[in-house]
């Protein structure tokens, strides 16, 4: 008996050591805060995004659509999968772009098209077909402005125009190239 009796008391001061020894060891330091808030998260996503923004007679003034959306509260902003706008026009068919991502903010006061940029108007009673292929392009959608500082091609009825920087001013039906501007035009026969 006095053998079985030693070898529980061995056990019970072991497990008390071990027990001891872990609730008195120091605890993990912490991450320092640089690490743990550099990877944003979103507060909310959504799948199937729609935006629409209307006029004061309810008709709309531009769409904005994507595949995916996520909301970053540290900045309000907004990253977009795949975005598609459509400005809507008094006249004529409506301009539409798309980029391989964006990022806006509240309000939507302005926007980025990031990656390959496409900017097209297809042809109507009040407008011929227009085209512009770009990268990385920031809207101003209250203003139906567009613009970037990177290489552009804008194609329309017969003429080709390309340069480096453009901006569009898509209520006006005007688009600019800022420089290096090189434009080929054929003469409709």
Known sequence: MGKRWLFRLTVITVLV???WWLVDREPLAP???EVVDEERRPDYFMEIFTMVSTDEGGDPVWELRSP???HFPDD???????????YHMDSGEPWRLRADEGRAWSGLEEALLIGE???TREAG???VAARMDT???RLYPPRRIAETDKYAIY???GGVVEGVGARGHLARDLVELHSEVKARYEMPR
Do not use: C, H, K, Q
Request: no cysteine; proline share 9%; glycine share 4%.
């Open 31 to 33: 991450l320092p805060d």
């Open 135 to 137: 990268t990385d392009m």
């Open 125 to 127: 009673p009040d407008n």
């Open 68 to 70: 995916r959306m996520l």
């Open 17 to 19: 050591a071990v027990g």
């Open 155 to 157: 194609e329309t009825e």
């Open 76 to 86: 309000d902003s907004w990253e977009l999968d795949a975005p598609d706008l459509i």
């Open 117 to 119: 940029v496409r900017m």
